[in-house]
């Protein structure tokens, strides 16, 4: 079945720095990809989702960059700031019969300092 | 908006008995329910693909006999956790799959076994 694997598990950073999060899966025939952003003790809010056929997407201070060749998907927060500061997570939602299925990678907690 | 909702949010219940939760979509019919647990550890297991009308699908290392699912309808479904003991402690999710790609996450419930 499907593998992802996320890149780093911690990620720590001053405030304005950029943080990039990378995630790689093994299913060519991934369609749907989301990230997620995890505060402590609440559940998963959905930042970002990327379709096949959209390569970059540009959210409220970060980017998405998809590259299906490689089966890689990244989360670049270009300003980081302290409100940034959770566990982020990648997840690849299955095609055919795994659709409606996410595998989620195993996350990324980010810590930005002042 | 779409907004799923879980009840409870935290329970503690002891050693070998059992807790019934609940997940209900609001704002929008959902095509299917996945359930999920998110370990202590933070990963994420997907326990079983609920879709209306369908069979319900179970991962493996997870049975119907141990989380017997009802799924009744587009906005509710219901999990139990039988004879639940401490490796079962964690985050049970609950994501309502909206149309072909967003899942909407639930706030959880927290599963504390004495």
């Known amino acids: 079945g499907e593998q992802v694997e996320q890149r780093p598990p911690h990620l720590s950073v001053r405030e304005g720095d950029s943080a990039v999060i990378t995630c790689t899966y093994t299913?060519?025939?991934?369609?749907?990809f989301f990230w997620y952003k995890q505060e402590p003790g609440a559940s998963l809010q959905l930042l970002m989702k990327?379709?096949?056929?959209?390569e970059i997407n540009e959210g409220q201070g970060f980017t998405v960059l998809l590259n299906k060749k490689d089966k890689r998907l990244s989360l670049n927060l270009t300003a980081a700031h302290p409100g940034d500061s959770a566990a982020y997570f990648c997840a690849v939602s299955g095609s055919g019969t795994n659709t409606g299925k996410l595998t989620f990678g195993d996350g990324t907690v980010l810590t930005v300092k002042p | 908006g779409a907004l799923v909702y879980q009840y409870p949010r935290r329970t503690i219940c002891k050693s070998g008995t059992s807790m019934r939760m609940e997940c209900q979509a609001v704002g929008f019919q959902a095509t299917s329910v996945a359930w999920y647990r998110q370990s202590p550890q933070k990963t994420f297991e997907l326990i079983a693909l609920s879709t209306v009308n369908s069979a319900i699908k179970y991962e493996q290392n997870f049975t119907q006999e141990k989380f017997p699912i009802s799924h009744p309808n587009l906005s509710f479904s219901s999990m139990t956790v039988l004879n639940a003991y401490l490796e079962d402690r964690g985050l049970y999710l609950c994501?309502?799959?909206?149309?072909?790609?967003?899942?909407?996450f639930g706030p959880g419930t927290r599963l504390l076994v004495l």
């Open positions: 299913d060519p025939n991934s369609y749907y």
């Open positions: 994501g309502a799959r909206e149309g072909q790609d967003t899942q909407y």
């Open positions: 990327v379709f096949s056929s959209t």
